[in-house]
């Protein structure tokens, strides 16, 4: 548990906002370490805010997504919902037990012919310029070689991890970038403004730029290219 959240602090549904609850319900079950920090209000305002930002800075149409430190993937169904002609998501998270958690929220869209998969990988050892090439574990143990290229590269857990992957991004690809300033031991790269952000990442070309003010922190995103 990354930190404790108020029962009442949690908020379940809203405009653009779709979770598959039927799947929520049956993941809380199967899994007792989920953490439902995912659900909280500062979350769930900040996927959204994500979502309106790039759905009117560059639109979803066709793209191909990778998620970085994408944690339960609570991001790829509202995304869907948005724009069903997505042509896939895949999340990244160096955490072993997020894989099945995130495919677990997103059955429906794994069993589509994988429009969401999960993989255990650390984002800072993938070349994103490229068609990046790893193997994703399968629901019967085995492995499968994948080699994805990806349009729009999103990382809402820079707070989490080194600007690394950030050098393995090309200048034709979107980044999408959040970042926060909340002090706990686990945010070993905090930041508490876009600017900050922009200049940390490198990024040249700003499609976006805000501050979200959260009751616990403020977050800060960038939507643009290198
Ligand atoms: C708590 S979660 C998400 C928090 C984030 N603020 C958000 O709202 O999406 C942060 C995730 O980053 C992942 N992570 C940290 N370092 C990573 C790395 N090098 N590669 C992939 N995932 C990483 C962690 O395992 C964790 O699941």
Redesign the pocket.
């Known amino acids: 548990m990354?930190w404790k959240i108020r029962k009442e602090e949690i908020t379940l549904s809203s405009y653009i906002y779709r979770i598959d609850l039927p799947s929520l319900s049956q993941t809380i079950q199967e899994y007792p370490n989920f953490n439902f920090n995912c659900l909280s209000k500062a979350?769930i305002q900040?996927k959204e805010w994500l979502i309106r930002q790039l759905y009117e800075c560059v639109g979803l149409s066709g793209k191909k997504i990778a998620m970085?430190?994408g944690?339960y993937g609570l991001l790829a169904q509202p995304l869907y919902e948005l724009c069903p002609d997505i042509t896939y998501i895949r999340s990244?998270?160096?955490?072993p037990d997020?894989a099945n958690i995130a495919e677990s929220l997103n059955k429906s869209l794994l069993h589509d012919n994988w429009k969401f998969k999960a993989t255990t990988?650390?984002?800072?050892n993938l070349n994103w310029k490229e068609k990046v090439k790893y193997h994703t574990q399968k629901t019967d143990g085995s492995y499968q070689f994948m080699s994805d290229r990806f349009d729009i590269i999103i990382n809402?857990?820079c707070?989490?991890?080194p600007d690394t992957w950030v050098r393995n991004v090309s200048s034709e690809q979107v980044i999408v970038a959040?970042t926060?300033d909340f002090d706990i031991p686990?945010h070993t790269n905090r930041c508490d403004s876009p600017d900050l952000l922009i200049e940390k990442l490198g990024i040249k070309t700003i499609l976006y730029k805000g501050r979200l003010n959260t009751e616990q922190y403020t977050r800060s995103m960038v939507i643009g290219y290198k």
Request: charged content about 15%; aromatic content about 14%.
């Open positions: 990354l979350q900040s970085l430190g944690w990244f998270d160096i955490d997020c990988y650390s984002v800072n809402t857990s707070e989490h991890m959040q926060n686990e």
